[in-house]
């Protein structure tokens, strides 16, 4: 464990943090410390920063309730960045995006394959939500609105029964991914996020033995 006063804050004694979820290890978002920032961040254990723009201290999520739960702050070789490891209590942009670093600038052509998730379906869903694109389902069902995502939601739901007596496993993995899709939009609708789930499912199973 080093001592805040061995690092490095730059001229105007702030120090850059690169914040990453705990369980992803997703790159949510760069903001900036200063020691009074840091040192409120340790003793509360969730981010706050300095925000360069209004020249104050702000704790993310202090409006919009989305907080980020510190698990640990580790600095580089060289004592000049903060790389800060958190659970999240929802998306961690303003504009409800999971993570700050959506806009592609470069994608090389070589051949990698990224692990998909549900977090990389919502964020998909989130886009459609705010940036509409010619021809999107997903784009329809929010037009069409709540009541439509609801109706197709059910429909969805008495198909994976359907799926599920038939014993059919290919049907009903089928039936179960259109389930889970719709589930998604019908969170994004509600302002819902997979975070939310996951820290309701925790507090459910904490402590208790499987």
């Known amino acids: 464990m080093i001592n805040i006063n ?4 730059d001229k105007d004694g702030l120090i850059p943090a690169v914040v990453v979820d705990a369980a992803s290890n997703d790159v949510l978002m760069l903001a900036y410390m200063n ?4 040192r409120i961040s340790i003793n509360e254990e969730i981010t706050c920063f300095w925000s360069r723009s209004r020249n104050e201290l702000w704790r993310k999520g202090e409006t919009s309730g989305n907080t980020q739960d510190i698990i640990s702050i580790k600095t580089d070789c060289d004592m000049d960045t903060l790389l800060i490891s958190v659970v999240k209590a929802g998306p961690a942009c303003h504009t409800g995006a999971e993570s700050c670093f959506y806009e592609d600038v470069f994608i090389s052509g070589k051949t990698h394959t ?3 998730s549900l977090e990389d379906l919502h964020d998909i869903i989130n886009d459609r939500k ?6 999107s389902y997903t ?3 929010f037009e069409k609105g709540l009541d439509k995502i609801l109706k197709k939601f059910g429909e969805e739901a008495t198909e994976v029964i359907i799926a599920a ?4 496993k290919e049907e009903l993995i089928y039936e179960l991914s259109d389930l889970i899709y719709h589930a998604l939009v019908l969170m994004t609708e509600m302002g819902i996020t997979p975070d939310l789930i996951k820290s309701e499912l925790k507090s459910r199973h ?3 033995e499987e």
């Not at 020691?35 to 840091?38: F, T």
């Not at 705010?130 to 021809?135: D, E, F, L, P, R």
């Not at 007596?165 to 059919?168: G, I």
């Open 165 to 168: 007596k038939s014993d059919n």
């Open 114 to 116: 990224k692990p998909f």
């Open 130 to 135: 705010i940036n509409k694109k010619q021809g």
């Open 206 to 208: 904490s402590g208790k």
């Open 139 to 141: 784009n329809y069902l």
């Open 35 to 38: 020691e009074e920032s840091l």
């Open 6 to 9: 061995e690092l490095k804050f």
